[in-house]
Each structure stands twice: as structure tokens, then as C-alpha cells.
């Protein structure tokens, strides 16, 4: 995939969040440097060759120390190009280190710019906030933010303002239910052409929870870093294996009708995900196309005739169990219940791990191990993909007997 190359932008920009750049070099750095240059490359090959803006939705330094943040500043003062505004908000990792008040102070100075801005860029508002005391927004933010929506809405009340804060807002995106705040939704939901974008909880971009709608549009950022998820059902809980190949970042246009696309990009492949968000109404809730009514979709995964269930490494107590991925009309499967039953239909083991979908290249099957079962027994597998709509595969892969 690459931009729609129906849509004629007047604005582009990308954004990114949750990178962590430390005092050491880290490969954080380089992630940044190229996420810049690829920003640009892949904007001055269309039509519309701008980047017009910029924008960092805060924990771009780990602990806010000042060879993070000035060797943040180098990354940006080496790579952006004349035309491109950039905006930064600072978190709670920028406040880590010596804490928010001196945080801001070196903010400040390094970057001569205001922590909460709200500009206009090619006839569009950006609205960006900084927290307060970790990830919260007190009063004085609220009045803030409230006073610049009013400002922006009274502009156009049906013209997209594009709205940045570190933390989801809660029940959003995926990723909120772990890393939001509710402290801005009740000013937020009377704006639906609010297009907002957070981060805070390094949930993967191409997730199709990633975006959602209900009072407003809310995207997820993802992270430069690694990878977190919102689930602690899976074996490995939240972090998932080879969390360190992790570096998406949005980009996003718009145009002179107030139509919006927005384009969620992988760094370590060089690819474009296999989806484009589309926001054509954005002050209109009724033709949201991203609303929670995607849960009531009756399309599940399923195994093809040919998939396949090996067991290897068995053991007096245990084996490993690999399986080819399912497939779905949906972009990708979520994850997989693998369950351990003995002869009788007994479950004695029942787990389940990621489809790996937050990488650009998915492995084509996937394994897990299971220990400390009975000797002397038999048991078989079944497998169940699941979606991220909560729909279960109707029939699982199934293994022969396995006998220890």
C-alpha cells in the first residue's frame, strides 16, 4: 500500500510518540533519524511534496534528562527541512529524572517552545497539551484546553481540529484500558470534529482498535521503542516476545474538502500496513465507520483445509505445540486458545498468545510449550483462533493423541 492516490491533500504530516531516546546512544535514535527522513522521501514523491508539520505526543526522552532532551533536539535539528513545523508535549517520562517543574524549565530553553501550543497550519487547527503530575490534566488544563477548542470550533464547527495528549482517553482506542485518563472527555465529546492522537501505551498502530470512534476520533501513536498490549491473559502477559522490533509511526493528510486519511507506517520493514483510515465526515458521529458497532460482526477466522498441528519435543512430562496461522475476512487474526485435554475431554492447560500481527511480517505459524503435565498420560490439542471482534473460529486445528 502506499498513499490514496485518489485523494488530493493539502496537508500532511506524521506523528509519533513514546520514544525514549536515553543518554547513551540507543537504537531509539536511529529509529527517530529515519522515521524523519522516510516522512520526507516518501512525501516528496507524490504530487503534494510537503511535510507540512511534526508532531511528538510525548515520552520522547526516558527520564527528561538534558542529554536526552538536547540529543532529541539534534535529531530534529539535523533532519527537518525548512516548511515543517514541529510540536513536542512532554509525560511522565519527561518528568522522571529531576521532575516536572524542572522539566518544563529545560524544555523551554532547549526548544523555545510553549509545553501546550495551538497553531493553524494550512487552515487546520492543532491543538497539543501537555500533562500535569505524571499523566493527568487539572484544571488549569482543562480551561485550557476547553478555551483553545472554542477558539478552533468557532473557525469552522465542521472542519477537523486535530487534538495530541500523551494519554489515551479512556475506553478509546486499544491501549486505553490500561493507559487512559479520563480527565479531558467530558470537553473533548462536545467537539466530534476533534481528531485526537495519544500514546502512553506502546500499543501497536496497524491494531484495528487503534483507531476508534464514538463522541470524536481517537488514534493510537504506538511507539518508536517497544511494544506493550493491553491484554494480561497471554502467556507472556502484556510484553510480548521480541518487544524491541517496534517503531510505527502515523502519517496523515488532509484536504481542501475536510476529508482526512490517515496512514499507519512500519520502520523496520519500510512498509506501509495493509490499511487506511478514512475520516471524511469528521464532525458527522453518524458516519463514523469505526464505532464499537465492529464488535457485532459475525466474521470469524477459520483454518484452512490444509493447516496443520505438529507436536514435537515430547517429553515424560510436556511437548510443543506448532500450528499454522488461520485466516480471516478481517486484516488480521488477534490470537489463539490453545487448549491441552486429556483422553476423557478433561482441559488441563488452556492458554493463549498473540497472532504476532504488530509485526509487518508475520510468521507463518506459531508455537508454545507446555510442562509439568502427568506422566503416563494422553492428551490432544485443539487450537481456536480468535478475532479482535470477540468471534472464535468455528472449528479448531486438532492434534492426534499425544502420549507421554
Not at 529515519?34 to 514523491?45: G, M, N, Q, V
Request: glycine share 4%.
Amino acid at each position: 500500500m502506499a498513499f490514496d492516490s485518489n485523494f488530493r491533500p493539502v496537508l500532511r504530516f506524521m506523528v509519533v510518540s513514546d520514544v525514549h531516546y536515553r543518554d547513551e546512544h540507543s537504537v531509539e535514535r536511529e529509529r527517530m533519524e529515519l522515521a524523519i527522513k522516510t516522512a520526507y522521501r516518501l512525501s516528496e514523491a507524490e504530487e503534494y511534496s510537503k511535510l507540512d508539520a511534526l508532531y511528538v505526543v510525548g515520552d520522547f526522552a526516558t527520564s527528561g534528562s538534558r542529554p536526552q532532551m538536547l540529543a532529541f533536539k539534534d535529531t530534529l535539528d539535523r533532519n527537518l527541512k525548512s516548511g515543517t513545523e514541529v510540536t513536542l508535549s512532554l509525560a511522565s517520562h519527561e518528568f522522571h529524572g529531576e521532575g516536572e517543574e524542572a522539566a518544563l524549565e529545560k524544555f523551554r530553553e532547549i526548544y523555545s517552545q510553549e509545553p501546550d501550543t495551538h497553531k493553524v497550519i494550512n487552515g487546520y487547527h492543532f491543538i497539543s497539551v501537555t500533562c500535569t503530575n505524571g499523566c493527568h490534566f487539572d484544571d488549569k488544563k482543562r480551561e485550557w484546553v476547553a478555551a483553545e477548542l472554542k477558539k478552533a470550533a468557532a473557525d469552522n464547527p465542521r472542519k477537523p481540529i486535530f487534538f495530541f495528549q500523551h494519554p489515551h482517553i479512556m475506553g478509546t482506542v486499544y491501549g486505553s484500558a490500561n493507559w487512559g485518563e479520563d480527565e479531558l472527555t467530558d470537553i473533548l465529546m462536545n467537539y466530534p470534529q476533534i481528531i485526537d492522537f495519544s500514546g502512553h501505551s506502546h500499543a501497536p498502530i496497524n491494531d484495528p482498535r487503534s483507531i476508534h470512534q464514538r463522541h470524536f476520533t481517537c488514534l493510537g501513536t504506538g511507539t518508536l521503542s517497544y511494544f506493550e498490549l493491553d491484554e494480561f491473559d497471554k502467556y507472556c502477559s502484556t510484553i510480548p516476545p521480541q518487544k524491541e522490533k517496534a517503531a510505527q509511526m502515523l502519517i496523515v493528510e488532509a484536504d481542501a474538502d475536510m476529508r482526512v486519511r490517515v496512514y499507519p507506517y512500519d520502520l523496520i520493514t519500510g512498509n506501509f500496513f495493509p490499511m487506511t483510515w478514512k475520516i471524511d465526515r469528521a464532525w458527522d458521529v453518524k458516519s463514523y465507520l469505526y464505532t464499537d458497532a465492529r464488535y457485532k460482526t459475525t466474521v470469524a477466522p477459520y483454518f484452512e483445509d490444509d493447516a496443520k498441528i505438529v507436536i514435537s519435543d515430547i517429553t515424560e512430562d510436556g511437548f510443543r505445540v506448532t500450528f499454522d496461522q488461520a485466516k480471516t475476512e478481517d486484516v488480521y487474526v488477534d490470537d489463539y486458545n490453545v487448549i491441552v485435554k486429556t483422553a476423557d475431554g478433561t482441559t488441563v492447560r488452556n492458554t493463549t498468545l498473540w497472532s504476532e500481527y504488530y509485526f509487518y511480517e508475520m510468521p507463518a505459524t506459531l508455537s508454545v510449550e507446555f510442562k509439568e503435565l502427568n506422566k503416563n498420560e494422553t492428551y490432544f490439542v485443539e487450537v481456536y483462533a480468535g478475532s479482535f471482534w470477540k468471534t472464535v473460529s468455528e472449528k479448531p486445528l486438532t492434534s492426534e493423541k499425544i502420549e507421554l
